[in-house]
T-cell receptor, first 117, second 111 residues
Framework: GAGVSQSPRYKVAKRGQDVALRCDPI?????LFWYQQALGQGPEFLTY????????KSGLPSDRFFAERPEGSVSTLKIQRTQQEDSAVYLC???????????????FGDGTRLSIL | ELKVEQNPLFLSMQEGKNYTIYCNYS?????LYWYRQDPGKSLESLFV?????AVKQEGRLMASLDTKARLSTLHITAAVHDLSATYFC???????????FGKGTSLLVTP
């Protein structure tokens, strides 16, 4: 069955460029999460959508980061004026449950590895 | 801020041996998750633990949760090479939407 799909798998950009990362969640999943994973670290929460509503964006590191999920399915994470410290793997996850309720696991995509030169 | 600490961070063990990975967290929660990550791959859900005293087992892995001690353990029995991976525990705060991850335990099982 189809899992969470992310594209591109790899992205190289020059410092100052804008990038857009795409996430296709599992069909029917209400919740969608974005995480940032630095090398050798655990994922860190960026933002959460319940359907099309962005209910939590407390983890976004700066106003250069923007996420949307306009129709409640596909989501895009955009980073403007990229900096070297933005280099990381960006993971998308989706879940049947609302938030972390009901004990449903979050299902993760393979991530986008972003390198800023 | 909910903090999650795993230990050890690195573990090299021989095939056939047993070992336990520990996960401590700093605030009240009754939802704890264990994930496995292979190099360059995504996170695979292993266990979801929802209540004090919960114990779940799958193959050579067994996970438990003690919410009063704010502690979860992942026990490995008779390790095999295929278990080599990084294991993360993640805790959901009773309020909020995020999973808070530990730094991961990198496990290497050698012959």
């Amino acid at each position: 069955g189809a899992g969470v799909s992310q594209s591109p798998r790899y992205k190289v950009a020059k410092r100052g460029q804008d990038v857009a990362l795409r996430c296709d969640p599992i069909s029917g999943h209400v919740s969608l999460f974005w995480y940032q994973q630095a090398l050798g670290q655990g994922p860190e929460f960026l933002t959460y959508f319940q359907n099309e509503a962005q209910l939590d964006k407390s983890g976004l590191p700066s106003d250069r980061f923007f996420a949307e999920r306009p129709e409640g399915s596909v989501s895009t994470l955009k980073i403007q004026r990229t900096q070297q410290e933005d280099s990381a793997v960006y993971l998308c996850a989706s879940s049947l449950a609302r938030g972390t309720g009901e004990g449903q696991p979050q299902h993760f995509g393979d991530g986008t590895r972003l390198s800023i030169l | 801020e909910l903090k999650v600490e795993q230990n050890p961070l690195f573990l090299s063990m021989q095939e056939g041996k047993n070992y336990t990975i520990y996960c401590n967290y700093s605030t009240t929660s009754d939802r704890l998750y264990w994930y496995r990550q292979d190099p360059g791959k995504s996170l695979e859900s292993l266990f979801v633990l929802l209540s004090n005293g919960a114990v779940k087992q799958e193959g050579r892995l067994m996970a438990s949760l003690d919410t009063k001690a704010r502690l979860s353990t992942l026990h490995i029995t008779a390790a095999v090479h295929d278990l080599s991976a990084t294991y993360f525990c993640a805790v959901a705060a009773n309020s909020g939407y995020a999973l808070n991850f530990g730094k991961g335990t990198s496990l290497l099982v050698t012959p």
